[in-house]
C-alpha cells in the first residue's frame, strides 16, 4: 500500500485581526490652543517652578482656590500692576504663605483675568490667567507683557 502525502493540502488560515485604530483627534471644534473648561473645584497650584495650569478656564459663577506649594509666600493680584483694576475678584486672596491656599470670589462675567505675584511681580513664573466661560484667552506675550 502507499500512503499518500498530503500535499499542500496544510490550509494556513490567517485571520486578520482588525484593528480598529481610533484616530487621536476628537473632532471637537474648539480652539485648540484654548484650555478646557474645568469642574469645580477649580484649583491652582503655585509651585517652586510656576504655575499649575498657567491657563484656567472656569465656568461663570465660578471660585478659584489657589493653593501655595512653594517654600516662599505668594500675594496673587489681578493685572494690571499696580492697580489691579481688571478683576477684583481675583484680590480678595490673602498673601498665601507656604502650605496655604485661598479662594478667589466667584467670577461672575466673560472675561480673561490675567494675574500676577504682587511680591515678584516682574517674574513670568507667577503670571497666568483665570479665563472665564467663554471669552478669549489673553495671548501669551499680552500675559507677559500687559
Ligand atoms: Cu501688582
Not at 18 to 45: F, I, R
Not at 64 to 90: A, K, L, Q, W, Y
Request: with cysteine.
Amino acid at each position: 500500500m502507499f500512503s499518500k502525502t498530503d500535499i499542500g493540502s496544510g490550509k494556513i488560515e490567517t485571520t486578520l485581526v482588525a484593528m480598529a485604530l481610533v484616530a487621536a483627534c476628537g473632532g471637537g471644534g474648539g480652539t485648540p490652543t484654548s484650555p478646557s473648561l474645568t469642574t469645580p473645584p477649580n484649583t491652582v497650584t503655585i509651585t517652586s517652578s510656576g504655575l499649575e495650569p498657567r491657563d484656567l478656564r472656569v465656568a461663570v459663577g465660578t471660585q478659584t482656590r489657589f493653593v501655595n506649594n512653594d517654600t516662599r509666600p505668594h500675594e496673587i493680584r489681578s493685572n494690571p500692576h499696580p492697580t489691579h483694576g481688571d478683576c477684583p475678584e481675583i484680590n480678595d486672596l490673602s498673601t498665601l504663605q507656604p502650605g496655604q491656599s485661598g479662594l478667589t470670589r466667584a467670577f461672575t462675567r466673560e472675561i480673561a483675568c490675567g494675574y500676577h505675584d504682587n511680591l515678584d511681580d516682574t517674574n513670568r513664573a507667577w503670571r497666568g490667567q483665570i479665563i472665564v466661560g467663554g471669552a478669549s484667552a489673553i495671548s501669551e506675550r499680552d500675559l507677559y507683557t500687559y
